[in-house]
């Protein structure tokens, strides 16, 4: 079952592409500090904004700071911040998810109204305002993403267990009397993995995209430590004079996220019966 | 239907409350309490001011009684004075004591984000709407392919770095459209016809930029939206009747395609609205996002609070229009035959 799986993603040319994709921006992110020509907070005063060449691939910022050495740490930054905010989402969203869809009753109605509340607010305006209590850091940036963006794996895992509970395999094992606690885990979580799975990979995009924004806005990882956010706050500035400070930091965001979409959405095609049936149709 | 409206005004109750306390929990997760934050960024802040301070915000008080004091504010709308800003109004214009009428921060910003907003909301629909038709009519054929691989881009496109492209391409190298701001200067010169003209102009790329963004969303589920009718029995019908292929697109298909629209439109909103702080705060357009991200950036607390909660009243307003709009163009809905 998980083995067909993976052949019925990668024999969907996107959602391969999206693998080889985040496959290789995850090896130049593990193997950066290998791979960076320069020091990447090495400060050169004799090299300030100087375009891309065979000496500097991506140019240098307005402190001479090489582009390719801050973009390939950046890469970590940005990778670190959406996999732990993802984790964290996912855990939230799973436990409560569990809960509401296996005890029902009026816990369920108080997860899915508290899903409720925190959906209506604006979602940046709620990370911002967070932010504005808090100081600005790393950490700070991947707990309150990870606090913000529960609501849909929340969602996704009760209503898996609600549709699982009524099968048969489920009812036949409560019927030899097993718990609470083996129900959940020998039977339920197990099943509703897979769609799991697929939502974590989406909402890494979806992280890495918040965490540029934020840190382009100046509220989430501060200078000097680089990510890709904050290289284009730079490029903002220098908008006039040095135009590769912003595309390639740009560039790197967009496919990165189009990695994980593209991986995501071959993932829940092979997951779901009726888009592949669409696709042997025609 | 009017049965409909007052359940759904009921169900509005209980997320306002859990709103309340959301903010309420926001508010108190500084370290400390407020008037520290605020003191540290303001060393002049004396031991007096800070007292001052606290009684503001009811901080001495028992936490019951501060969040009874914080339901209150929020019913009232009254959301205090800023502690920058010359201590103007946060949401409504008061009066000072010299019978000065100082206008509110929100009550200016708001238009101009629901303008903006509206506007691009628009965009989005005359772009996404024969996107997704044509994309769903050639399923898996070349268009298809192509408005995919589009939508794809356009969900991984970082808003911001598009903005700086556009403003790059028309604003620095062809000088085509104005970058920053509302207005030109000396814009008070023109007409009114030219200083409408001059403020689309400076809305053009804001507009566009959050328009483009919220576009593969909408034309990826207009896409499915029409695959799931195209396949109804119905469908079936129209066509071994012998009906036109545009009649059966356009009059059965894409009719039954557009009501779920209706409500995703709606649940777009908080994004919208959210996505309004880095538009607005590139553009530097006066709106509640830039309002907001200043707010943020100088720890102006009754703002940021009052923006939280009045942009979360939006998103309420805006879904009960939504749910509004379906069940007045769906029948099933009113009568609770599907929900």
Redesign the interface.
Known sequence: MKHSLVIKTFSNP?AFAGFVIISIILLLALFAPYLAPYDPDAIDVKAILVSPSSMHLMGTDGLGRDVFSRMLLGARISLLVGIVAVGIATLIGVVLGAISGYYRGWVDVVIM??V???????????I???????TPSIWNIMIVIGLTSWMGVTRLVRAEFLSLRGREFVMASQTLGAKDARLIFRHLLPNSLTPIIVSSVLGI?SAV?IE??LS????GVQAPQASWGNI?TD??EY??FA?WL??F??LA??????GY??LG?GLRDALDPRSSG??SN? | MIKYLLKRLFWMVPLLIGISLVSFLIMHLAPGDITTTEASFNPKASEESRQKLREIYNLDKPVIVQYGLWLKRMVTLDFGRSFASHQRPVFWQKKDEQGNIAKGMIQQALPITLLINVLSLILIIAIALPLGVISAVNQNRPPDRAITLFVFIGFAIPGFWLALMLMYWTGVVHDWLPISGLHSLGSEKMGWLGQIFDSLKHLALPVLISGLTGLAGISLFVRNGMLDVLHQDYITTARAKGLSENTVIYRHALRNALLPLITILGLSIPGLIGGSVIAESIFAIPGMGKLFYDAVLMRDFPVVMGILTIGSALTLVGNLLADVAYAWADPRVRRGVIQ
């Not at chain 1, 409720?116 to 709620?126: A, G, H, K, R, W």
């Not at chain 1, 965001?253 to 189009?258: D, E, F, M, R, S």
């Open positions: 996107l109204r508290l409720d509340v925190m959906l209506s607010i604006p979602t940046f305006f709620l911002l305002a967070v932010i504005a209590f808090l995009a995209l540029s924004g382009f806005l100046g509220l284009l490029g903002k908008i006039q135009w912003s595309l930091p740009g965001i967009l496919i990165t996220v189009l979409n593209l959405e669409n696709a025609k």
